[in-house]
């Protein structure tokens, strides 16, 4: 048998690069099931958001009509205008901004610090301190509505933007998440070798956990921003129509004998887009930070 006769298996013939190239390489292709399923979805998850503008744009008498319309019509402006003056949402942005933004940046920070503590500091009592936090979170909000209005109260904040923003500057989800993922991307031996370098512990959480958790920090801040921002039931009671949030303000335009809809929707649109425009301007970066922290771990 001559060597031009001789058959190598397929396998055996090719360059180990290319067989790499064709296989953990390998880009995934979508099929037209997985299109059509996540357009689906997309439209279902935007039908709300829709509405609302398609509402805000009509006149109520409109609204009541059968069937209601499906297109926009050309009072959204006017409508915007209407119920930014009824609602006085200019000061109730600013408050806003001024509450979520604190409550975030305090609950990123502190949450960070206390899930690293949990995560990978040694102390007495951490498992009970850690027990104790996680079942704060089975206590219904409602039940301490009364004594901290009242602790406020006696403080001398009441209709104060800090009566929102103290009773929120770390919370017990934050804690538990942070430490849920620092278990498993930080290290202890990145620890250890920091502390052998000389760094203090200030150092080690700045230079070490900081950059660890920072895909799970964006995704906490981003969740704690938008919980914030729409809060209803504490801001409703701890503040008035002078000096309110936007979800309070909100609630100003259903008063009256016949709220105008037109008038409330194009107030829940204005109050929905500093919401959306975060998401456009931080979607992408919290996303890689998520794949960057997967990858990591």
């Not at 979508?30 to 509402?55: C, D, H, K, N």
């Not at 809060?231 to 979800?247: C, G």
């Not at 259903?254 to 649109?269: F, K, S």
């Amino acid at each position: 048998m001559t060597t031009s006769e001789l058959t190598l298996p397929k396998a055996a013939t090719e360059k180990p690069g290319r067989r790499r190239a064709t296989g953990a390489g390998k880009q995934l292709h979508a099929g037209p099931v997985t299109y059509v399923v996540l357009t689906v979805f997309a439209l279902v998850s935007l039908a709300p958001l829709v509405w609302t503008a398609i509402a805000a744009s009509r006149t109520d008498r409109r609204l009541a009509e059968t069937p209601p319309p499906l297109w926009f019509g050309g009072n959204l402006f006017k409508n915007l205008q209407a119920a930014w003056d009824q609602a006085g949402l200019g000061t109730a942005m600013l408050n806003s901004v001024i509450v979520a933004g604190t409550i975030t940046v305090s609950t990123v920070l502190f949450s960070t610090l206390a899930g690293f503590a949990f995560a990978k500091l040694r102390f007495r009592f951490s498992g009970l301190l850690l027990l104790l936090t996680i079942g704060t979170m089975m206590i219904p909000p409602q039940l301490a509505v009364v004594p901290l209005y009242l602790w406020m109260s006696n403080l001398g904040w009441s209709n104060q933007l800090q009566t929102v923003i103290l009773p929120s500057l770390v919370t017990a989800f934050g804690t538990f998440f942070m430490r849920q993922y620092l278990v498993q991307a930080l290290p202890t031996e990145l620890i250890e070798a920091a502390r052998v370098d000389g760094a203090s512990s200030l150092r080690v959480v700045w230079h070490v956990v900081f950059p660890a958790a920072r895909p799970a920090m964006a995704v906490l801040g981003l969740l704690t921003f938008v919980f914030a921002w729409n809060d209803f039931l504490w801001p409703i009671i701890a503040l008035n129509q002078q000096n309110p949030t936007v979800q309070v303000a909100l609630n100003a335009l259903g008063t009256g004998y016949v709220p105008d809809q037109a008038v409330i929707m194009a107030g829940a649109l204005l109050g929905t887009l500093p919401l959306l425009i975060a998401f456009l301007l931080f979607g992408k970066q919290i996303v890689g930070g998520i794949m960057q922290g997967a990858i990591k771990g």
